[in-house]
């Protein structure tokens, strides 16, 4: 079983940047790949990055690509998101998750709680 829990969410304005954390519990956590999703007012949740579990192999969203990071530190059990140059599209309740490549990118094992994020024009 793995727990995760996101932090580091918040109001920001256009071109700024904000670093997401995602905390894990379980002994196993650095056995999954994990992963950034994200969800809009309005709309489906939707892919952001994964790295799998080495943390060797990274692949990101066509939207964030450039833009956004994804790591991980197996020995902390933490993942996280720099993100950069955010734009007001990219305000969404942003979810970490944990599974295994491939699946994970659309049926993830686990699922944090979420954290807002805001970006104003």
């Known amino acids: 079983q793995v727990q995760l829990v996101e932090s580091g969410g918040g109001l920001v304005q256009a071109g700024g940047s904000l670093r997401l954390s995602c905390a894990a519990s379980?002994?196993?956590?650095?056995?999954?790949?994990t992963g950034w999703f994200r969800q809009a007012p309005g709309k489906e949740r939707e892919f952001v990055a994964v790295?799998?579990?080495?943390?060797?192999?990274?692949y990101y969203t066509e939207s964030v690509k450039g833009r956004f990071t994804i790591s991980r530190d197996n020995a902390k059990n933490e993942v996280y998101l720099q993100m950069n140059t955010l734009k007001p599209e990219d305000t969404a309740v942003y979810y970490c998750?944990?599974?295994?490549?491939?699946?994970?990118?659309?049926?993830?094992?686990?699922w944090g709680q979420g954290t807002q994020v805001t970006v104003s024009s």
């Open positions: 998750a944990a599974g295994y490549l491939p699946s994970i990118a659309t049926a993830p094992k686990y």
């Open positions: 379980g002994r196993t956590f650095s056995n999954y790949a």
């Open positions: 790295i799998n579990w080495t943390g060797s192999s990274t």
